[in-house]
């Protein structure tokens, strides 16, 4: 069996700053780092940040029907280049990113690095660590219906707490962020077996993954700003949150 902890976190968020990454990474580094990108203060920088895209990055951003989706699109992609660079010490441009066959993607460049990637309206939310990871953001939007989804995403337990909730909005988006965050985390991707992961608070057990032996996964959630809420879900660490680092990004000049 694999064993799931569900936890609500404070992130105390901490401007980026180009002096944190002094040296490249280290493999057997126990650090877990969490960017919060603001994407509206870069929304004047579009243009220079198409120029850390590749060819087929721009083809993709131009398949947004909505600008700015597109726009979220080039920002994320670019400071996911940016960041990636710090770490391994290559320029945005050197950074070779490929996905795996179940279209999860990887640092091809350097693949002792694991990264997972989310955006959403005014955010994107980016970790790297030293084993897998996986992340969602969601708007808590009070005006979705999520009553017409649950039966089909959610176990009646869940169902229950959020009938009980004085905030079910809220509740619904954080077990939708933490279900994204798990399967992004073992690379399958929601499907049909997504009421089967449990999201409430505590310890949970679930059928066997393909992971390490003896190995539990960590589902930590937060609130991203007043109206959003994000997931990150780890291979279990010891003293998971004391080595979780959280930067904001909301300035090109940062790198």
Known sequence: MTQIINTDVSCEWVKYDKKIFHESW????????LFKIKIGNFKKKIGFLESF???????RANKYYKLEDKNRFIVCRSILRLVLGKFSSLEPNEVILKSSNTKKPFFHSY??????ISHTRKYGLLAISNEEVGVDVELNDESYNFKLVIPSVLNEAEISQINISNEPSKEFFKYWTRKEAFTKLIGTGIDDTVTSIPTQNGKHLIPRLVIKKNES???????IGKSHIGSLATLNKKNVFKNLRCYIIDDIQSF
């Open 26 to 33: 280290k493999p057997d580094d126990e650090l877990l780092y």
């Open 53 to 59: 895209l590749t060819t087929d990055e721009l083809q």
């Open 111 to 116: 693949p002792s690095i694991k990264f997972n």
């Open 217 to 223: 996964i960590s589902v930590l959630s937060f609130n």
